[in-house]
Structure formats: structure tokens, C-alpha cells
């Protein structure tokens, strides 16, 4: 089949490679599939088939093909032949690159069907999506964390040290993976679907198909929302305004925190201010401080997570900070900001 749109085949790649594996285990997971009707990828979780006339059926290793289309010149007509042994890519009279037949492959069979459990994708669940995203795991045995949970309080995510809530309505209840959470945002369907055996989520566009297998957890979920309420422990009177020069100081203090296997930071309030100081046996010591207004604080001094910290303040309007008490050993600082809570929990930390 000849080719004369190198743009429209590679952009239609792009769409597929996010199914593409990056992994060893099993090279036909590492492949374009090219059908009759278009084209996919499966990677053992997320399944995209994008729609694109092909006219032939075969499979070729996507990195090395997708690497030779973008060398060829713009606006220069290419052919692409498979048989029963080859898959040829010929540019002009000259050059042609051959791929040895991958065989013995089965790529899952994906369709929509009526029986699924449609949940709308509104503006305000896409921007939670986003948000939530930031706040997710990234060790891959801990499934746990590693996507968002959507419930009728809203959308939750942690990643062990931080706990996000986005306060939205929702009919439901789903843990979505990443991957598919990346997915919806990309695209920006209508809506989403979990199948009825519950085990995979889908949506599809005019153009594109996207099956997501569900994550085996192989844990309980946290108590997102008994771990936040047990933050609220103060009154407003005690809440701080989060102001950019806050930001920027721990940015500053952190350049003290460099080297150092645990980043901490103290906090040194008093009823008009709070000091932030680092301290590094290596470099020395750095304190910011900053007026509070007229928050009721009295004089404390709290230990907390530089970095997650300042993470906090970088997502949140006004924050409070709860310190260890009789009944909880490790202080809390929740972040507020519209309609996002955040939550930062530092279990092993000594003042």
C-alpha cells in the first residue's frame, strides 16, 4: 500500500504508542498492529486501536518503525508490503527496509457493548482528574496508589505521604489506573465506561478505542476520608494565607536540604509568625520567617517533610498545621484551595 501522508501516519502512531510496552518481557507487546480498519497496541494493561485504512493485517516492532517513518523526507512518497515472511517499507527505487514477520501473535478482541456502566466525563471531573494525578504514587508494587478513586464524596488519590480530595459529585464508585486517567484527559470523551464483570474501563471517540484492564490492588484502600477529617482538628482561626514569597522561601531553604537522606524542616510559630528553618551539619543553617496575621497559634515548634511541605503550599489558598497530640504521634498539615483538600501525613519524624 502506498503512502503519500507521512504526517497523517505518524500522528496516528502517536495516538497508539501510550499502548506500545516499553518492557522486555514479550516482544509482541512491544508492536504496531496494523489492521484492515486501523491500527493498535496493547501493552498488557491499555488496548488503543485508532481508526486508519490499512488494507493489510500485520505486526511490526513499533519503535524501529515508527524511528524509520520520521526519517523518510517530508512529502515523498513510501510503500508498505507484508507477506507471509516480511513486512517491507520501500521509500523510492532505492531504499527499502524489511522487518521479519512477528507470528503466533493474538491481540485482545475490544468492543463496546451495551451492557456497560456509562459514567459522564464532566469539565469539573477532568480537572479534578488533573489535579488528583499530581498527588498519585510511583512504585509500581504499590498499585494502591498508583490511580484516582472516585466516589459520591469525590476524587481521592495518595501516594503514601500525601492524600488529595476533590470535592465533585459523582454517581459511583471506580479506582481508574494512571495510564487511563492520562488517556481521558488526552482525549476528552463524552463519557467512560466499566464493563459489567467490572474488570476494565473503556471509552471511545469517531476515531480512537481505549480498553484499560483494572489494577488487582492486592490491598485495601486507604481511609481517605477518615485520614482528612482527623486533620481538621483546629478552628479557621488557625488557618495561614498562603502568599508567593512562602513559596518561595522554601524553594530557598530547600538548596540547604541538598545531601541530606531526610529533608525536614522546622516550623517555629508564635502568635505573630512562623520560622521556617533547615538545618545541615554540611552547609549550615537558613531560616525564613513570616508574619501570620492573627491566627491563634500558640508558641510550638513542629517538624515536618520539606518537600511535601512545600508541595502543599504550592497547590492550596490558606493551610493549617496540627501538631502531634496523645492520640496521633506525627503532626498534619492540610492545604485547602477551592474545592481540593490536601492532606500531608510524615509518620517517622523526630523534632
Do not use: W
Request: glycine share 6%; proline share 4%.
Amino acid at each position: 500500500m502506498k503512502f503519500t501522508d507521512k504526517a497523517g501516519l505518524l500522528e496516528v502512531l502517536d495516538l497508539v504508542k501510550p499502548a506500545v510496552s516499553t518492557r522486555d518481557f514479550d516482544s509482541t507487546l512491544k508492536c504496531f498492529h496494523f489492521t484492515k480498519d486501523g491500527i493498535e497496541g496493547y501493552n498488557g494493561e491499555i488496548y488503543i486501536k485508532v481508526l486508519y485504512t490499512v488494507d493489510m493485517d500485520f505486526l511490526v516492532p513499533a519503535n524501529t518503525f515508527y524511528k524509520l517513518i520520521t526519517e523518510i523526507p517530508d512529502n515523498v512518497e513510501f510503500e508498505i508490503l507484508a507477506d507471509n515472511t516480511s513486512v517491507k517499507v520501500k521509500v523510492g527505487k532505492r531504499i527499502e527496509a524489511k522487518f521479519p514477520l512477528v507470528a503466533d501473535y493474538k491481540f485482545p478482541h475490544k468492543e463496546v457493548s451495551g451492557g456497560n456502566i456509562s459514567f459522564p466525563l464532566s469539565k469539573e471531573l477532568l480537572g479534578g482528574l488533573k489535579v488528583c494525578l499530581e498527588f498519585i504514587g510511583k512504585d509500581e508494587t504499590k498499585p494502591v496508589y498508583r490511580g484516582v478513586y472516585i466516589n459520591p464524596e469525590g476524587l481521592f488519590a495518595t501516594d503514601g505521604y500525601r492524600i488529595a480530595h476533590y470535592n465533585i459529585e459523582f454517581s459511583g464508585e471506580v479506582f481508574l489506573p494512571e495510564a487511563f486517567c492520562l488517556l481521558l484527559l488526552k482525549h476528552q470523551p463524552n463519557e467512560f465506561f466499566q464493563d459489567e464483570t467490572k474488570t476494565s474501563f473503556l471509552f471511545k471517540t469517531p476515531d480512537i478505542l481505549v480498553f484499560s484492564n483494572k489494577l488487582e490492588l492486592g490491598e485495601t484502600l486507604p481511609n481517605y476520608l477518615g485520614v482528612i477529617n482527623s486533620a481538621k482538628e483546629s478552628s479557621e482561626s488557625r488557618f495561614i494565607e498562603v502568599k508567593g514569597d512562602m513559596v518561595d522561601a522554601c524553594k530557598r531553604v530547600s538548596i540547604f536540604a541538598e545531601g541530606l537522606l531526610d529533608k525536614y524542616c522546622g516550623l517555629l510559630f508564635d502568635e505573630k509568625s512562623v520560622t521556617i528553618t533547615v538545618k545541615n551539619s554540611n552547609i549550615g543553617e537558613i531560616t525564613e520567617k513570616f508574619g501570620i496575621g492573627k491566627q491563634k497559634y500558640n508558641k510550638e515548634t513542629v517538624t515536618v517533610d520539606l518537600l511535601l511541605f512545600q508541595s502543599i503550599l504550592e497547590h492550596s489558598k490558606i493551610f493549617e498545621l496540627s501538631p502531634k497530640s496523645e492520640a496521633r504521634e506525627f503532626p498534619v498539615i492540610l492545604g485547602i484551595n477551592n474545592n481540593l483538600e490536601i492532606v500531608q501525613i510524615t509518620l517517622n519524624m523526630e523534632e
